[in-house]
């Protein structure tokens, strides 16, 4: 028909990136992946896209070093997405140890949150700076091997059942009392009863701080028969990596998920999860925008 455009032909363009070293990161995962030899740092991510961040490269094009975003602006409608960037981001995760508790906005808080800090001037590599752009940060993160995670609230009644004993496995003093008082909080209409657990916990104080402590003295002795295996290996890992840290007792709070190879998980705008352990393919939207929680430095 006149006026019509000539199919694009599909290609395949291969492109590769080099590992991001974070220290959640596994040591051995990636290269393991990759075939190629640890080199002792712990790699933790590999993205596979058009972030300007870490632009995954051409592999074997050209002599001459192009990366993806340069493929896309020279062909946007051949290499694009609707003629422009790429809205999505591929990665892979090595995750060797706990990431910190985090939630993601929605499109409407990530506009509004990168405009006022823009407008103050906060730089945007600040450690203070919420909002690195003005996206939203959906994922879906499917396992390749076993993978832990924490996502989305469970009943209150389990997590009161998991702070009594604890406090009961705990030495008696500040930090039993503190425990106790925690599964007390947990009665109550959910909404309000998680709203004050969250005010308090993330709050800090001595009697956060002695719950926290309480925690891992109870989840290192013993064989932990009184608690779920999987919570009480996830309360050793997180007490290991962050002593002090209240996420460990907001963790209480949250649905422990183990996803066996192909199965996926989606955490939508606003719902709070971390991931603990394992080898993952995530695909989010091109964003940067993290807001975290707890279990961090």
């Known amino acids: 028909a006149s006026g019509s455009r000539t199919p694009l032909t599909p290609m395949l363009i291969l ?14 995962a990636l290269p393991e992946l990759l ?6 740092e712990p790699q933790a991510e590999l993205w ?32 694009g997405v609707s003629g422009g960037r790429l809205p999505f981001l591929l990665k892979i995760l090595a995750i060797g140890g706990p990431l910190s508790l985090q939630v993601h906005p929605d499109l ?19 450690r203070e700076r919420n909002y690195g752009d003005p996206n939203h940060k959906p994922e879906l993160l499917v396992a390749l091997t076993e993978v832990s995670a924490l996502s989305g609230f469970r009943d209150l009644a389990d ?45 800090g104080g001595d009697d956060v701080l002695a719950a926290v402590r309480a925690i891992r003295s109870a989840v290192q002795a013993g064989d932990g028969a009184w608690i779920d295996a999987h919570r009480l290996a996830a309360l050793r890992d997180l007490t290991a990596a962050y002593p002090g840290d209240p996420g460990v007792l907001v963790s209480l ?11 996926a998980i989606f955490l939508g705008a606003r719902q709070l999860h971390a991931y603990l352990g394992g080898l993952a393919v995530e695909v989010m939207a091109a964003s940067d925008n993290v807001l975290r929680a707890g279990l961090t430095e």
């Open 108 to 126: 409407s808080q990530a506009i509004e949150g990168f405009a006022r800090e823009e407008t103050q001037g906060v730089p945007r590599d600040a």
């Open 35 to 40: 075939g190629t030899a640890p080199t002792g």
């Open 15 to 28: 492109i590769e990136n080099a590992p991001r070293t974070y220290a959640w990161g596994s040591r051995d």
């Open 253 to 263: 709070l949250l649905h422990l998920v183990r996803l066996q190879p192909g199965e």
């Open 159 to 203: 997590a009161r059942a998991d702070l009594r004993a604890l406090a009961a496995a705990a030495p008696a003093g500040a930090g039993r009392d503190a425990l106790s008082a925690a599964a007390a909080r947990c009665g109550g209409r959910p909404e309000a009863a998680r709203a004050d657990f969250l005010a308090w916990a993330l709050r």
């Open 48 to 79: 596979l896209g058009a972030h300007p961040g870490a632009p995954a490269t051409l592999a074997k094009a050209t002599p001459v070093h192009r990366t993806l975003i340069d493929l896309i602006e020279e062909d946007p409608e051949r290499y």
